[in-house]
């Protein structure tokens, strides 16, 4: 069974940062791109950055220059760097990864819960 669980979520004060993690764990033989998505009350589920498993980074217009999308391939894990915050980042950030897993013959996607981001002063 493969699970994501995001961490770092939290309130912070508007200009502030914030990082979050998603670890990915389970009998994983692979993980390709690596996305964190996010939504706000009311709207729809849309992407914030994506991250290939060699390195290519891809992120929403609203977060370009503001947030930084990483990922550490040994330890399963990708990381969201938040940085000037404005309170239109406030939703729940959910960690999303196609995943190969042990008795599986292809790719699957699983979510991680989500994290609540509150950007608030």
């Known amino acids: 069974q493969v699970q994501l669980v995001e961490s770092g979520g939290g309130l912070v004060q508007p200009g502030g940062s914030l990082r979050l993690s998603c670890a990915a764990s389970?009998?994983?033989?692979?993980?390709?791109?690596m996305g964190w998505y996010r939504q706000a009350p009311g709207k729809q589920r849309e992407l914030v950055a994506r991250?290939?498993?060699?390195?290519?980074?891809t992120y929403a217009d609203s977060v370009t220059g503001r947030f930084t999308i990483s990922r550490d391939n040994a330890k399963n894990t990708v990381y969201l760097q938040m940085d000037s915050l404005k309170p239109e980042d406030t939703a729940v950030y959910y960690c999303?990864?196609?995943?190969?897993?042990?008795?599986?013959?292809?790719?699957?996607?699983?979510w991680g819960r989500g994290t609540q981001v509150t950007v608030s002063s």
């Open positions: 999303n990864a196609p995943v190969l897993a042990v008795g599986q013959s292809m790719f699957y996607d699983y």
């Open positions: 389970g009998s994983i033989i692979s993980i390709s791109a």
């Open positions: 991250i290939t498993s060699g390195g290519s980074t």
